[in-house]
C-alpha cells in the first residue's frame, strides 16, 4: 500500500513552465520503486486521461501525444518522489492532475489500472 502526496501546479501563462511533485509514502515492506508510476489529468467538462508514466526504475516512460516533447517525467527513489515538468504550456493543458501508483510493472494508459491516486493539484494555463 502507498499514500500519495501532490504538491506544485497553481496557475501559469502560456508558454511558462510548472513542476508537479508526488511524494509516496509505503505502508509495510515494499518500497516507492516496487511502484510504476504517473500522472493522469481531468479538464473542466472532459474525462480523466493519461498524460505520462514512469517504470520503476526510471528508465522506461510513456506519454501521450498531446504532452510529448513538452512534459517531461521522473522519479527518485532514494527520496521516494516523482516529477513532472510541464514546459511550453498551453492553455489545454488547464486541468486537475493526478500522481498514480500501482504495484509492479504496470505499462497502461488506463485509470482502471492504477490503485493508488494522489489528491489531485490544479495547474491553470491563462492566454
Known amino acids: 500500500q502507498v499514500q500519495l502526496v501532490q504538491s506544485g501546479g497553481g496557475l501559469a501563462q502560456v508558454g511558462a513552465s510548472l513542476r508537479l511533485s508526488c511524494s509516496g509514502r509505503?505502508?509495510?515492506?515494499?518500497?516507492?520503486?516496487?511502484?510504476?508510476m504517473g500522472w493522469f489529468r481531468q479538464a473542466p467538462g472532459k474525462e480523466r486521461e493519461f498524460v505520462a508514466l514512469v517504470s520503476r526504475s526510471g528508465d522506461r516512460t510513456e506519454y501521450d501525444d498531446s504532452v510529448k516533447g513538452r512534459f517531461a517525467i521522473s522519479r527518485d527513489n532514494a527520496k521516494n518522489t516523482m516529477s513532472l515538468d510541464l514546459i511550453s504550456l498551453k492553455p489545454e493543458d488547464t486541468a486537475v492532475y493526478y500522481c498514480?501508483?500501482?504495484?509492479?510493472?504496470?505499462?497502461?494508459?488506463?485509470?482502471?489500472?492504477?490503485?493508488?491516486w494522489g489528491q489531485g493539484t490544479q495547474v491553470t494555463v491563462s492566454s
Open positions: 498514480v501508483a500501482d504495484l509492479g510493472e504496470v505499462y497502461s494508459r488506463r485509470q482502471d489500472q492504477y490503485e493508488y
Open positions: 509505503t505502508l509495510g515492506s515494499r518500497t516507492l520503486d516496487s511502484y510504476t
